[in-house]
């Protein structure tokens, strides 16, 4: 199953947003496809939060509503919801991405696309990346999305010094 998180939702709502084009048509591919796919009820409060206040000017309470009420009427999307569980999934994220700040929030998130069976989140957030388990992809861009557990490359410094030049 295919999660959506909220920029994604955001950017094909908003027309004037640079990523409109390319995100309002993925999405509606998601729609018509034959794949199961999801959006986080907290993703869906983000959406609403974010079109009535962070745009000039905003989308009205009943336009974002009524954006949400069409993702919904897709026959295959679910809506994935919290529950005592989910605490467990996140708290283990938290303590293995040492999340600290305001990045709890998109761990959040990824606990209970993990605690749903989410296969791959679609996200043009890179902080996502600190979830391995999670499958993560930017739908926007035409790159192969990350896969659960696999290695990343890390950052070593050079042990060698540069000599100076006199």
């Known amino acids: 199953m295919i999660a959506v998180d909220t920029q994604i939702l955001v950017y094909a709502h908003r027309r004037e947003s640079a990523w409109h084009d390319i995100a309002f048509r993925r999405l509606g591919e998601l729609a018509a496809s034959p794949v199961s796919w999801a959006i986080p009820l907290h993703c869906l409060v983000e959406f609403h939060a974010t079109v009535t206040r962070g ?3 905003p989308s ?4 974002a509503i009524d954006q949400v009420e069409v993702w919904l009427a897709a026959p ?6 919290e529950n005592a569980q989910t605490w467990h999934v ?4 938290l303590s293995a991405a040492r999340v600290a700040g305001p ?3 998109d761990a959040r ?17 890179r902080d996502y990346l600190a979830y391995p388990t999670l499958r993560v992809r930017n739908p926007l861009v035409d790159i192969q999305p990350t896969r659960a557990g696999e290695r990343r490359g890390t950052y070593r ?4 010094r540069r000599r100076r030049r006199s």
Not at 76 to 81: A, M, P, S, T, Y
């Open 55 to 57: 745009y000039r000017p």
């Open 60 to 63: 009205t309470a009943l336009e």
């Open 76 to 81: 295959r999307v679910r809506v994935l919801e």
């Open 90 to 93: 996140l708290r283990d994220l």
């Open 103 to 105: 990045r709890a929030y």
């Open 109 to 125: 998130i990824a606990a209970v696309c993990l605690q749903h069976g989410v296969t791959e989140l679609w996200t043009a957030d």
């Open 157 to 160: 410094a050079s042990t060698t």
